[in-house]
């Protein structure tokens, strides 16, 4: 392990995964925060939340995802939009799995809301979420200089 987390690569590595991650979130929030209401019905649907929470949840979430998914895209504060995200994943991963136990069908609502024919929630549902956050935790654990305008900021300081 110890030989792992020393490679050379993880800088370039973690780049392609942060771009990646900050494009998921970055499209997932376009629709949530042009249209809040529909939002809204995706998180009332899962019945995790009590209703006076639904709402601000709503639309305030959208606007965390376009918060961290800007921050990691240009490298700043990566680490903390990383810890974010994986934050987000869980919550979303514990949403899923809660209503795929109640054998709720349902859409995922992750990117827009659609017929739950068309984005049911599943086992593909909960992997690719599981993937998401374990790329988030890479970042966290092993970008430890990452590329981008924090590091460019810092080496102009010195």
């Known amino acids: 392990m110890n030989r792992f987390s020393k490679w050379r690569g993880h800088p370039w590595l973690a780049l392609a995964v ?3 991650l900050a494009g ?5 929030c376009v629709h949530k925060i ?9 998180i009332a649907t899962y019945d995790i939340l009590p209703l006076v929470l639904i709402n601000p ?3 305030c979430l959208p606007w965390v995802e376009l918060g961290a998914g800007i921050l990691l895209l240009i490298g700043y504060r990566s680490k903390g939009a990383a810890l974010a995200i994986a934050g987000m994943m869980f919550m979303f991963l514990v949403a899923i799995i809660l209503a795929l136990s109640k ?3 349902m859409s995922c609502g992750c990117f827009a809301s659609q017929a739950m024919e068309s984005d049911p929630i599943g086992t593909w549902t909960v992997f690719r979420d599981s993937s998401w956050l374990l ?3 890479y970042v966290i654990i092993l970008d430890r200089h990452p590329m981008g305008i924090e590091t460019w900021m810092n ?3 010195s």
């Open 135 to 137: 790329m988030a935790v």
């Open 155 to 157: 080496a102009r300081r």
């Open 34 to 42: 042009a249209n809040p209401s529909e939002f809204a019905m995706d």
């Open 103 to 105: 054998d709720i069908e």
């Open 57 to 59: 949840m709503a639309i």
């Open 24 to 28: 998921v979130f970055l499209f997932a």
């Open 18 to 20: 942060r771009v990646y």
